[in-house]
């Protein structure tokens, strides 16, 4: 069967499941009052394309047609004079999600419990301890001023506020203006939060001076405070000591280990273990599973070709590929010694390789949490005269060794890089975020990747971008799992997607870019090889003809009402993906909220996380 009548009979199968599964939840859900219905962010962008393109406005409804969409030329994205106020929109309550199991019976995941305490409470409204005023000398340095305050804060005791466990100390507050910081800003105490007056020209402005190549803002439990100053930065910026690696200590219970024989999917909450004596529900643990040199093979990672101009790729090993996932154990079956997690796998356990182990979570170095940068303006200085210039700054903020944080209502402009979300963090909400106009080599290798959740169980909500290389990134071995949604880049010269090394278990749901790809990399970068595995890519729109989805042995994406054209060429070889519903949105709008509201029990209330109404952002932002 060829891979054209494959995809047809894949395309009416998996359009059958979703009718039959629409109608069985509306013919079971209880009769509703009529709701008043605001548009979402992703709606309103639509609409705005609908009017600059006549002629493809998009339609409501499932489709499973197998014509390409229309082509969406890429053009200057244009604001409305008067942006509609933005309104969470209470998703379908009757269907939970889609789950299209595949061969293996791997479906798609619950993404619900990623952000800041897994997404369904309030980002806390930290109360003020410190105020700090711009500046009478306008070129004074600021970097010791604010850093100080940082410090002030980080002594201050914890208290509890909110729910689910949260403990805060205070914030430090800027008050509108413009400040100078010539170093680097640290935040490395638990409860500790820096905000702003507003993210626009007329709030809190922070630039970034000076011409040190270093990341900004960093949220950070394993780097002291002094690590900021300019002196520090001048030679340490960017270097491993300002990017430490956690790890996990030894267990103080005994390991334990996945049962022989059974195939545990993704999607799954269940564990079959060889014993579970020693640990209670509520503990966290860790799913550490081994890389081996056989699944390497089986992947055919072992044979990348070379690079043009005959230069060796890295060829993968077993021992690099080992993923370690953190979860909670929920409940325990004693007579089946089964965990139940709190989080499913989004990367499948095969019998074929070995166990993976089970053990329990500690970390070897420290690990901030309730921290939070906010509602502020992050300005790198360039030089105007040189528009690739990278002696600036490079990432605006970086959040790593970090759970249960957040980044809201923030603009970066300049920066070489936007917002990046570390290996080492855990629950991380970005929200309401805008990063414009970065100033680099516009198309080398490890620029301009504008939002980055490279840690697990993170969240970007409600973002914004220009001119990226790479809007929605991930990067390599991201053990997941972590949701891009109602998110927007326009203007940008390479893809969304997982950008190298088996990133597993991602969401992009409403995301409106200008590629997508999810796909066999081979020699690029290196030795990228297959980039992501078990992505789901719901109600996505992307401008550009040449999108491609691919799946990796093994592992499955799935592709559900994209709307753009596919690649009939694919750059190397691989499995088209399987399970696409193309051309048209389907319901519920947004797979994420669907299943945070069902989740929830229907309670759209206990999900708004919204941070004050003064850095609240307009959509689309002025540029």
């Not at 973002?463 to 809007?471: E, K, S, V, Y």
């Not at 389907?586 to 708004?608: D, E, F, H, T």
Request: proline share 8%; hydrophobic share 35%; with cysteine.
């Amino acid at each position: 069967m060829s891979l054209d009548q494959l995809g047809k009979q894949a395309g009416r199968m998996i359009a059958r499941k979703v009718r039959d599964y629409l109608a069985e939840a509306n013919n079971s859900a209880p009769a509703q009052p009529p709701k008043q219905s605001f548009p979402s962010q992703s709606q309103q962008h639509q609409a705005m394309v609908a009017a600059q393109y006549p002629g493809h406005a998009s339609s409501s409804s499932p489709s499973v047609s197998h014509l390409q969409p229309p082509h969406l030329p890429q053009r200057p994205f244009a604001a409305p004079n008067a942006p509609p106020p933005y309104h969470e929109q209470d998703p379908v309550h009757n269907v939970s999600a889609l789950k299209l199991p595949d061969s293996c019976n791997n479906t798609i995941p619950d993404f619900s419990r990623v952000g800041y305490r897994e997404g369904h409470v309030k980002i806390p409204t930290v109360p003020v301890q410190i105020v700090v005023e711009p500046s009478l000398d306008p070129y004074a340095d600021d970097t010791d001023r604010i850093q100080d305050a940082i410090n002030e804060v980080g002594k201050l005791p914890l208290h509890s506020i909110g729910e689910d466990g949260a403990q805060i100390r205070g914030a430090v507050l800027l008050k509108a203006g413009t400040y100078r910081v010539a170093g680097a800003l640290i935040i490395n105490a638990s409860g500790v939060v820096l905000r702003g007056e507003g993210q626009d020209e007329g709030g809190t402005v922070v630039v970034a001076t000076g011409n040190i190549q270093r990341d900004f803002i960093l949220v950070n439990g394993m780097l002291t405070s002094d690590m900021g100053s300019v002196e520090t930065q001048r030679t340490k910026a960017r270097t491993a000591e300002m990017m430490p690696r956690n790890g996990y200590r030894g267990s103080r219970k005994p390991d334990t280990y996945t049962q022989s024989g059974v195939y545990i999917p993704v999607g799954s909450f269940e564990i079959p273990v060889l014993d579970t004596k020693g640990y209670n529900v509520g503990d966290r643990i860790v799913i550490e599973r081994p890389g081996t040199e056989e699944w390497i093979r089986d992947i055919g990672m072992d044979k990348l070709p070379p690079r043009p101009g005959n230069i060796a790729s890295t060829q993968w090993t077993g021992k690099s590929f080992t993923f370690r996932f953190e979860r909670k154990i929920v409940a325990i079956d004693q007579a089946t010694r089964t965990f139940t997690i709190d989080i499913p796998m989004v990367m499948c356990l095969d019998p074929k390789y070995p166990p993976a182990r089970i053990y329990d979570l500690i970390h070897k170095f420290p690990i901030i949490t309730d921290v939070g940068v906010e509602n502020m303006r992050l300005i790198s200085e360039t030089d105007s005269r040189n528009p690739e210039d990278e002696s600036h700054g490079w990432y605006g903020i970086i959040v790593d060794n970090a759970h249960h944080g957040w980044v809201a209502d923030v603009t970066t402009v300049h920066f070489v890089s936007g917002i990046f979300a570390g290996l080492w963090s855990r629950f991380i909400t970005i929200q309401d975020c805008s990063v414009l106009n970065p100033v680099s080599k516009p198309t080398e290798g490890g620029r301009r990747y504008q939002f980055n959740l490279s840690g697990q169980m993170g969240l970007v909500k409600r973002c914004f971008t220009n001119n990226a290389r790479h809007d929605f990134i991930t990067l390599g071995r991201v053990c997941g799992p972590n949701v891009f949604v109602d998110s927007t880049g326009v203007d940008g010269n390479n893809d969304t997607g997982p950008h190298e090394r088996w990133a597993m278990g991602v969401l992009y749901d409403n995301i409106t870019c200008n590629t997508i790809n999810i796909r066999q990399r081979s020699w690029m970068g290196s030795g990228q090889g297959w980039a992501g595995v078990f992505h789901v890519v719901y109600n996505c729109t992307a401008n550009n003809n040449n999108n491609c989805f691919q799946d990796a042995p093994g592992a499955t994406n799935w592709i559900i009402g994209f709307r753009g054209g596919l690649s009939k060429k694919p750059m190397f070889e691989g499995l088209a993906a399987a399970h696409v519903l193309p051309g048209s949105p389907i319901q519920p709008r947004s797979l994420y909220w669907s299943q945070l509201v069902a989740r929830m029990g229907g309670n759209i209330q206990l999900v708004k996380s919204n941070v004050g109404a003064e850095g609240r952002m307009r959509y689309p932002p002025r540029m």
